[in-house]
């Protein structure tokens, strides 16, 4: 009898290893299954965060670009009004012309200073290219600007013409970006 209790031990015994083995693999492998979901979840909201903050980023950036984008248009539509009326220089403005000159021309200098920040809202998510796209746009506004301030000039009609052309491409090319 003393062997039967032994093997009927024995058996206990493997049946409470058995048993063992198999919760402990189970419980192993629903945390290994565990940890990667977790991981997988993680991984989800942080790339849902990450484009939560682009989207917030461009919507804020475009806003403030397609201010720097109106008032350099309003800017360069009184200069082709002045150009399409044959007003080519400074003195012969009347004071409403001058006071409306200076109004788009503030407007213009503190966009430029938002269009900076703009750009450099637009590096934080990677869209550096637009960078060179508006920095030719305002080239071309700066160019007349400058000519109209320092040689009290402007140009003649179908220049600035060509150059609202060229700003509306550079425009496009900003906005399909």
């Given at each position: 009898m003393a062997d039967a209790t032994i093997v009927n031990n024995t058996k206990d015994m493997y049946e409470i290893i058995d048993t063992s083995i198999k919760i402990g693999l189970g419980a192993a492998i629903g945390g290994v299954f565990s940890f990667l979901t977790l991981k997988s979840n993680q991984k989800y909201e942080v790339k849902k965060e990450k484009r939560a903050f682009k989207i917030k980023t461009l919507d804020e950036a475009s806003t403030i670009l397609?201010?720097?984008?109106?008032?350099?248009?309003?800017?360069?539509?009184?200069?082709?009004?002045?150009?399409?009326?044959?007003?080519?220089?400074?003195?012969?403005?009347?004071?409403?012309?001058?006071?409306?000159?200076?109004?788009?021309?503030?407007?213009?200098?503190?966009?430029?200073?938002?269009?900076?920040?703009?750009?450099?809202?637009?590096?934080?998510?990677?869209?550096?290219?637009?960078?060179?796209?508006?920095?030719?746009?305002?080239?071309?506004?700066?160019?007349?600007?400058?000519?109209?301030?320092?040689?009290?000039?402007?140009?003649?009609?179908?220049k600035i013409d060509s150059i609202i052309t060229k700003m509306i491409s550079l425009k496009i090319n900003v906005m399909e970006k």
């Amino acid at each position: 009898m003393a062997d039967a209790t032994i093997v009927n031990n024995t058996k206990d015994m493997y049946e409470i290893i058995d048993t063992s083995i198999k919760i402990g693999l189970g419980a192993a492998i629903g945390g290994v299954f565990s940890f990667l979901t977790l991981k997988s979840n993680q991984k989800y909201e942080v790339k849902k965060e990450k484009r939560a903050f682009k989207i917030k980023t461009l919507d804020e950036a475009s806003t403030i670009l397609e201010e720097y984008f109106k008032s350099s248009y309003e800017l360069m539509n009184f200069f082709y009004g002045c150009a399409y009326k044959e007003i080519y220089n400074f003195e012969s403005f009347n004071q409403q012309r001058k006071d409306t000159y200076k109004e788009k021309d503030t407007l213009y200098s503190n966009s430029i200073t938002k269009a900076q920040e703009s750009l450099s809202k637009f590096n934080i998510i990677g869209l550096k290219e637009i960078e060179n796209i508006i920095i030719n746009h305002d080239e071309l506004v700066i160019n007349i600007r400058n000519d109209f301030i320092i040689n009290n000039d402007l140009p003649q009609f179908e220049k600035i013409d060509s150059i609202i052309t060229k700003m509306i491409s550079l425009k496009i090319n900003v906005m399909e970006k």
